[in-house]
């Protein structure tokens, strides 16, 4: 299998270990992945809120390497998927815009490229069968809740995936690894995203309280899917004892028994290792 | 960008005839600067009223719906979006007044409030709206109209991180965190102290690299953000 690959910029960054872990799975699973060249920001939260235009020309021109490159578009952060859908729904609906962002960025939009979050390729195309089946390390006894935030499935005329109130994809990938995965109502609930440097004090607010009801959940850990989520939910959540936040790509990993899996553990600001040992998952 | 066309109104409720504007101020605005910023259209549109001798009645709704894509005048109060608001508690007003004064054209409180900049895009108002209005999308647009017409910012930081964000993008093609972080720290009204251990933190776990990668991008991107001026 073979897919175009857009790590987007938290992937050197903020949400290392997520392409770290990202990478190693999809390897595991004979998956090619080719880097588009010369890819740039998405636009995240600023682009859209200051600059309509740039909204739709900055992932737009990632389209368009990709549109050259051929393939599906693998995309593991929540928010740069969300652009690219954005830019993709206004190439495909609206004449004008399309003429404006074909002008600026100088290529002609096809529509073939599939634009995926990494989730849904894992799902589609692999499956809880494929997960269950290269699980050598069940996670047997680790009680999780799966954590989407907005992006993947908001708004759904954008997001196009699972679904906005009771997604489920995450769930069953991690069921099949052998996760005890708790039902919650909160797994779409907002983080806070870019408000966590200007209003730190909000985010905390939202982040204390999705840890207080995964908690009530019987969670002992929430799993993302979204690099900005998940270095909030670790490094704005309040009190003790404060619950880890993992990549679902980092859990996966573990249960296929990678050996990369222990690189990933020292980059959460939450050291989630104790909860792993307590659970015979880490030496 | 230039507004969509806006369907004749076909007798069903979902579609009203616009309300409030002159109708030939957003087409005489769109004819001279399809290629304008926000600010130059409106000036433009203004001067083009002036010579005339008439009263430019550009109201608010009309920009907002021409810049969002929506139809703001649909809203019927039901309060959903405020109701699902996450940052409510933090909010002034709410979604739902705040698309009211844009109804009744009280653009001064809109776009003073910290409510447009507080919004954090979650989009929960736009999936649960039951007119189909895409409320996010409204919250740019008078994000973007308080930046052109140089309303200062509710918060202002906030609007501060927007532009740090988007400077390092506008030079270097991609983000990278320390620029923005130590710009953020030196210029916002955030203590200088704070997120100090978390930001060493992320730099002792190689997550904030101090020098960017290149991106083989920077001269497409640039001349993406000057077409967008």
Redesign the interface.
Same mark, same amino acid.
């Given at each position: 299998m073979r897919y175009s690959y857009y790590p987007g910029?938290?992937a050197?960054?903020?949400g290392?270990e997520y392409s770290l872990s990202t990478e190693a799975t999809l390897r595991q699973l004979d998956v090619e992945l080719e880097e588009i060249?010369?890819?740039?920001?998405c636009?995240?939260?600023?682009?859209?809120?200051?600059?309509?235009?740039?909204?739709?020309?900055?992932p737009a021109?990632n389209l368009a390497l990709a549109q050259k490159a051929g393939g599906d578009l693998l995309i593991p952060c929540a928010a740069c998927y969300n652009r690219l859908k954005g830019a993709e729904l206004a190439l495909r609906s609206?004449s004008?815009?399309r003429a404006?962002i074909e002008a600026?960025?100088g290529f002609s939009f096809t529509g073939q490229v599939r634009i995926r979050p990494l989730l849904a390729i894992l799902h589609e195309d692999f499956g809880p069968q494929r997960v269950a089946a290269e699980t050598r390390r069940p996670l047997s006894g680790l009680k999780v809740v799966p954590y989407y935030g907005?992006?993947l499935v908001?708004?759904?005329?954008v997001a196009q995936f699972d679904d906005?109130d009771d997604p489920r994809l995450m769930a069953s990938l991690l069921r099949a690894a052998g996760a005890e995965v708790m039902p919650w109502s909160h797994a779409t609930?907002?983080c806070?995203?870019?408000?966590s440097?200007?209003?730190?004090d909000?985010v905390y607010?939202?982040v204390g309280r999705l840890a207080e009801r995964a908690r009530e959940a019987g969670a002992e850990a929430l799993v993302t899917a979204c690099p900005l989520c998940q270095?909030n939910l670790e490094?704005r959540q309040p009190a003790t004892p404060r619950l880890p936040a993992f990549y679902f790509t980092e859990l996966l990993g573990l249960a296929f028994d990678l050996p990369e899996a222990r690189r990933w553990w020292?980059?959460?600001?939450i050291d989630p290792r104790p909860l792993l040992r307590s659970h015979n998952l880490a030496d | 960008?230039?507004a969509?066309p806006h369907p004749a109104y076909d007798g069903s409720v979902s579609c009203r005839p616009r309300i409030g504007g002159r109708p030939g101020a957003p087409a005489i605005a769109t004819a001279l600067g399809r290629r304008l910023s926000f600010a130059k259209r409106l000036t433009v549109q203004r001067l083009a009223g002036a010579a005339k001798g008439k009263r430019v009645q550009t109201s608010l709704i009309t920009e907002v719906d021409a *810049?969002s +894509?929506q139809q703001v005048e649909l809203c019927y109060h039901c309060h959903k979006c405020s109701a699902g608001c996450?940052?409510l508690?933090?909010m002034t007003f709410g979604p739902d007044r705040l698309l009211r004064m844009v109804q009744v054209g009280d653009g001064d409180r809109a776009l003073r409030s910290r409510d447009v900049w507080?919004c954090?895009?979650?989009?929960?108002c736009?999936?649960r709206c039951p007119n189909d209005i895409?409320i996010?999308a409204v919250m740019?647009?008078l994000?973007?109209i308080a930046?052109a017409t140089d309303v200062p910012a509710g918060?202002r930081?906030?609007l *501060?991180? +927007?532009?740090l964000?988007?400077g390092v993008?506008r030079r270097l093609?991609?983000?990278?965190?320390a620029a923005m972080?130590g710009l953020?720290k030196v210029l916002?009204r955030?203590p200088i102290y704070?997120?100090v251990p978390?930001g060493i933190?992320?730099f002792l776990?190689?997550?904030?690299?101090v020098l960017p990668?290149p991106?083989?991008?920077a001269s497409?991107?640039r001349r993406?953000?000057e077409?967008?001026q």
């Open positions: 910029c938290s050197h960054s903020t290392l060249e010369g890819w740039n920001c636009g995240a939260s600023s682009a859209h809120a200051l600059n309509h235009r740039l909204a739709l020309t900055l021109r609206n004008e815009a404006e600026d960025v907005c992006l908001r708004p759904p005329r906005p609930d907002c806070g995203a870019g408000l440097l200007p209003r730190s909000a607010r939202l270095v490094m020292p980059k959460h600001l | 960008m230039a969509a *810049l +894509h996450p940052l508690p933090e507080l954090s895009g979650c989009a929960t736009a999936t895409d996010s740019d647009a994000r973007q930046v918060e930081d906030a *501060l991180f +927007h532009r964000f988007l993008v093609g991609r983000s990278h965190e972080l953020f916002s955030v704070r997120d978390a933190g992320l776990r190689g997550k904030v690299p990668r991106s083989g991008a497409e991107v993406l953000f077409r967008s």
